[in-house]
């Protein structure tokens, strides 16, 4: 695209993936891992989508330019945009019409300044805007539901599940209300870590192998509405139980990637909270019966695949891993779970917005794609929550691309650009002065 002036960037540069495309469009063609790896067979550091494409993912080396949230390698980000910008969009950031960043919340001014000599003087991008995550979500779920008492009051409560953090971020006009922001410094990242902890002291030690686990948590783990009950079932013998479930781990030869080794068995027990039919102790011996033909049959598909590679067999560890967002002190973290963190927040903001609040809260990240996640920060909430309030919550059909796509919306407004810092302005007064026009 060399000579023709491209339209505006849209990134979004999250700790676990880069989402990046074009202003106007509504998904983002580039959504790749915000990192680099190297593979044990080789020496050889893969990048971004080149990581996506690896088949030799078995005890893979990372290295992340994002640590808890915020960007402590600047070298390492310019390698991936690099990549992002000329290979996968195909553009000169010097020919595009400009960059929309999203960064994270309360980013240190030194990191502020290494980002814009990344983007002015490294890439050569002409002009620059930096918005949050969670004034972009809202404006694009406004955008969605124009009717709603959320678009019409223009007022809502972004609980971001991200990869570093989780934020519980007042929304008031487009702008976020910074002093009404509550974070957990607890993420994704976090729980994975968690994860392979819990796998290796009790199976096989997987210490090493951060995108499998990655893999194993976004597949099998989902969040229990009832902790007690669900312990009570993993600890039935055999058929009886449930919850249990088998990972099938990489070998190198056969299977270049782990899988789920029976997808029904892996989500029979969520089928029945879904349906209310889960068995109480009354109907357990009339239920029995079914229950072991049921897994019988499962027991037969397991036997026809002949699979002899090692396996994750897992029970309680699917549910208690989502737990820690909601009670972090079990892992020794003197923080409040999220639904107690989403109260302060919104008992920091003046009292008039409250209710409009407590009924406009979005919730957004990867980590809320756990199964069930809503329905249990509802059930949370609601005990915590004044009588005369209505408590709803909203969740985005792509929780990874909410704020990406809010950052499109606004990128294809025809007063964006008056809103943009030039490359011209940048050279002139200084990166500290340019970042007084981001008002967030």
């Known amino acids: 695209m060399a000579g023709v002036c491209a339209p505006m960037v849209v990134l979004d540069n ?122 972009l979500v809202h404006l694009y779920e406004a955008s969605r539901s124009p009717i709603s008492l959320l678009a019409r009051t223009q007022c809502s409560l972004v609980v971001d599940c991200g990869f570093s953090f989780t934020h519980a971020a007042p929304v008031y006009q487009n702008f976020t209300i910074n002093y009404g922001v509550k974070r957990i410094d607890l993420g994704g990242k976090a729980l994975t870590n968690y994860f392979k902890e819990l796998v290796s002291y009790r199976a096989i030690n997987m210490m090493d192998e951060t995108y499998i686990m990655d893999d194993v948590k976004e597949k099998l783990c989902f969040v229990s509405l009832d902790v007690a009950r669900d312990l009570e079932v993993t600890r039935k013998p ?34 029945l909270q879904e ?30 695949t002949s699979i002899k590679n090692e396996e994750l067999k897992l029970t309680n560890e699917r549910f208690l891993v989502p737990e820690m967002l909601f009670h972090p002190a079990d892992l020794g973290m003197n923080q409040a779970g999220l639904a107690e963190c989403i109260v ?26 756990f199964p069930h996640m809503k329905a249990r920060l509802e059930q949370e909430l609601r005990p915590l ?34 809103l943009c810092v030039t490359k011209a302005d940048y050279e002139e007064i200084g990166s500290a002065r340019c970042r007084r026009r981001f008002m967030h």
């Open 385 to 418: 929550v004044c009588d005369d309030y209505k408590v709803k919550i909203v969740t985005q059909e792509e929780p990874m691309l909410g704020a990406w796509r809010g950052g499109s919306l606004l990128a294809a407004s025809p007063e964006f650009e008056s």
């Open 14 to 135: 999250g700790g676990g993936y880069c989402k990046a495309g074009f202003a106007g469009h509504k998904n983002p063609p580039v959504v790749v891992p915000n990192c680099m790896g190297r593979p044990q067979s080789t020496k050889k550091w893969v990048i971004a989508d080149q990581l996506q494409q690896c088949d030799d993912i078995a005890g893979i080396t990372l290295r992340r330019p994002i640590d808890r949230g915020y960007l402590i390698n600047p070298d390492l980000q310019k390698e991936i945009w690099d990549r992002i910008f000329k290979n996968l969009l195909k553009i000169r950031p010097s020919d595009s019409s400009g960059l929309l960043l999203v960064e994270p919340l309360f980013n240190l001014p030194s990191i502020q300044r290494a980002t814009d000599e990344l983007v002015f003087e490294d890439l050569g991008f002409q002009s620059l805007y930096v918005a949050d995550s969670p004034s």
């Open 275 to 304: 349906k209310g039919t889960l068995p109480t102790d009354s109907q357990e011996n009339s239920r029995e019966h079914d229950i072991s033909q049921v897994v019988e049959i499962i027991e037969d598909k397991k036997d026809d």
């Open 238 to 271: 055999g058929n009886e139980n449930l919850i249990r479930s088998t990972y099938v781990l990489p070998d190198g030869i056969k299977h270049k990637r782990g899988f789920v080794k029976d997808p029904e068995e892996a989500r029979r027990y969520l089928s």
């Open 344 to 369: 302060r927040a919104i008992n920091s903001c003046h009292p008039h917005l409250h209710p409009v609040l407590f009924s406009s809260i979005i919730l957004t990240g990867g980590s809320s794609l």
